[in-house]
């Protein structure tokens, strides 16, 4: 079925460790984003890309780095794991075209101990 | 940072009843979008409104944009235990709709 896919769903991460969160789309969506969502604070942007090498901030990007060498592709990279990074994280595409409303994945639980 | 208020945090109602949830701001948001999240899984869009004072409904639900387009309401009739779920709202500024602000949600639970 046609939509964003992440992957992994579950992770479990040492304090220090590096671990890269995936994400791909099928749709041909120019654009991509990454949010992680807590208890009491909703969803946050962590960074977006709106198409093939190009990315930017977003509220909360301290800790995480990102890259987007392909429409399809939107890799979020955990630089050295925090326990304030425990969160669920969701990778987000939408279309240039159609300007509003995301698709977004099923989300990757991550526990840093 | 254009905040976005949700309110109630949590409303828990019977089968059959009708409810209202809330999404204010100070600031004007160029579109409005709500979504339902069921746990475990993302949050799926229900509907995105952009003009004023516009009203959209989809099925049981029905979606208001303040004619300032700085507030935003949900009105459920006749709530089923299907629709449980957290309900975010999501604002779009003019140029960057890909750059959503969302509410903390609304945590509904309808029971049986």
């Known amino acids: 079925n046609a939509g964003v896919t992440q992957t992994p769903k579950f992770q479990v991460l040492k304090t220090g460790q590096s671990m890269t969160l995936q994400c791909a789309q099928d749709?041909?969506?120019?654009?991509m984003s990454w949010y992680r969502q807590d208890p009491g604070m909703g969803l946050r942007l962590i960074h977006y890309?709106?198409?093939?090498?190009?990315?930017d901030q977003g509220e909360v990007p301290n800790g995480y780095n990102v890259s987007r060498s392909t429409t399809e592709d939107f890799p979020l990279r955990l630089l050295s794991a925090a326990p304030s990074q425990t969160s669920v994280y969701f990778c987000?595409?939408?279309?240039?075209?159609?300007?509003?409303?995301?698709?977004f994945g099923s989300g990757t639980r991550l526990t840093v101990v | 940072t254009q905040l976005l208020e949700q309110s109630p945090q949590f409303l828990s109602i019977q089968e059959g009843e009708n409810l209202t949830v809330y999404c204010n701001s100070s600031?004007?948001?160029?579109?409005l979008q709500w979504y339902r999240q069921e746990p475990g899984e993302g949050p799926v869009l229900l509907v995105t409104?952009?003009?004023?004072?516009e009203v959209k409904k989809l099925k049981r639900l029905t979606f208001q944009f303040g004619d300032a387009r700085k507030d935003s309401s949900l009105h459920i009739t006749a709530a089923q235990p299907g629709d449980t779920g957290l309900y975010l709202c999501?604002?779009?500024?003019?140029?960057?709709?890909?750059?959503?602000?969302f509410g903390k949600g609304t945590l509904l639970t309808v029971n049986p």
């Open positions: 987000a595409s939408i279309s240039s075209g159609q300007g509003i409303g995301y698709t």
């Open positions: 749709m041909n969506h120019e654009y």
């Open positions: 890309s709106v198409g093939a090498g190009i990315t």
């Open positions: 600031s004007v948001f160029s579109s």
């Open positions: 409104v952009v003009t004023g004072g």
């Open positions: 999501a604002g779009g500024r003019k140029g960057s709709n890909y750059k959503l602000t």
